[in-house]
């Protein structure tokens, strides 16, 4: 059984560019979740896809954007990238009910925002 | 008020002590209780689940207070390994997980 594999690892944009994370979900799960962390604090929620269309959101503007694909693979696109924007990346696959039981997150993408 | 907060620490301990932290939600209706481990730049890992009657993991204990909403874990026989950064996350029955900004444990030989 595969676990949540995310690419790329790291990441180096200008302010203003746009970038696309990917996100491969673990065998059997449909549901995949995005979050945030900046340094010094806790992951916060960006989204979660469930059956390709969006199945929440929590407090981002609309220039983060998601997508999620037939094979429940996941894509992040941020575009009109802020220098906050400089975090971790943590994509999270799970069954539609997996927050109950917590996540596996994948490694994550650190983005850096010049 | 942030949804989960956390006594960041440090905590600096020598090998074998024992310590312990909590947090607090804010959410009453929050359902499911959760205790992370993040070691220095890498993805937050499951460590235990935390429930109602309080449970144990080896050398880690876990407590819910829903009446006073917190949880406190607790580390016996630290080691060196112990070493993280420890994030409380608290669901409230739906689809996100909500992270406090995390405890540092620092174990010394």
């Known amino acids: 059984e595969t676990g949540v594999t995310q690419s790329p690892t790291h990441l180096i944009k200008t302010r203003g560019q746009q970038v696309t994370l990917r996100c491969s979900s673990q065998s059997g799960h449909n549901t995949v979740s995005w979050y945030q962390q900046a340094l010094g604090q806790g992951p916060q929620f960006i989204f979660q896809?469930?059956?390709?269309?969006?199945?929440g959101r929590g407090n981002f503007p609309p220039r983060f954007s998601g997508l999620q694909f037939p094979n429940y693979s996941s894509e992040l696109n941020v575009n009109a990238l802020e220098l906050d924007d400089s975090a971790l990346y943590l994509c999270?696959?799970?069954?539609?009910?997996?927050?109950?039981?917590?996540?596996?997150f994948g490694s994550g993408t650190r983005l850096t925002v010049v | 008020r942030k949804e989960v907060e956390q006594d960041p620490g440090p905590f600096n301990v020598p090998e074998g002590a024992t310590v312990a932290f909590n947090c607090t939600y804010s959410?009453?209706?929050?359902?499911?209780f959760f205790w992370y481990r993040q070691d220095c730049r890498k993805e937050p890992k499951l460590l235990m689940s935390?429930?109602?009657s309080g449970n144990e993991d080896g050398r880690f204990t876990a407590q819910l207070n829903r009446a006073s909403q917190y949880i406190s874990l607790l580390i016996r026989d630290s080691k060196l390994s112990d070493s993280a950064t420890y994030l409380c996350v608290v669901n409230r029955g739906d689809y996100k997980l909500s992270f406090g900004a995390g405890t540092t444990v620092t174990v010394r030989a």
């Open positions: 999270a696959s799970s069954v539609p009910q997996g927050a109950d039981y917590g996540y596996t």
């Open positions: 935390v429930y109602s």
């Open positions: 959410n009453s209706a929050s359902q499911s």
């Open positions: 896809y469930y059956r390709e269309e969006e199945n």
